[in-house]
């Protein structure tokens, strides 16, 4: 697809089967998500790979809530429950690049009770659909700790293909970050849409992994 510029993604609701994703609303989200990073104690080891957290208590986490939704190019998102709406974690459109077509999917974290279910995987469908369904992009990608091999497997699983390592790429928490790059591509994504949808909503179905040749 060749465009002068693509559409700026806009905060909105993604309704799913599992998740409802509603644009991030500090004062009304921070204390349950606080309390979905934080509690128990061991959940507090999910944020370290994260450039910031944990936090001290739910008024520092609101703080950064609310400077991460004031950074440029942002779009926060919190993951509910779609049977209860319980906050869960938390998902971000970021390093929005409209003039070439390009997001990233990151700042992803979620409460241990729902880790390993389908949340995160129908967050990310539900946003990846978005991304090149309604909004034609060309490219949507996936960046993290290249020692963090949890979200690491988790991209190759959701589909993306691993293109590489940016060595010494930044500094996180008074440490050098070598960042693994990851990306799916617009012709890639028929393919990994059927995927999804037959993972997430057939009871028959292989691994996603295995559907995505990973």
Partial sequence: MKADTWPVPVPREHRGKFVVLTPSDPAADADELFLAGHEPPEARALWEF???????????????????QATPDVLVITVRLAD???????????RLTPEHGVAELGWIWYAPAVQRSKVNTEANFLLLRHLFDDLGYRRVEWKCDDR???????????????EGIFRQHMMIKGRNRDTAWFAMLDTEWPARRASFERWLYTADSPPLSVLNGK
Avoid: K, Q, Y
Wanted: aromatic fraction near 14%.
């Fill in 50 to 68: 994260m450039p910031r957290g944990p936090f001290a208590d739910a008024a520092e986490f609101r703080d950064w809530m609310c400077a991460w």
């Fill in 84 to 94: 209860s709406g319980r906050r869960v974690g938390m998902i971000s459109l970021m």
């Fill in 148 to 162: 963090n091999a949890r979200s690491r497997a988790a991209a190759l699983r959701l589909g993306f293909a691993f």
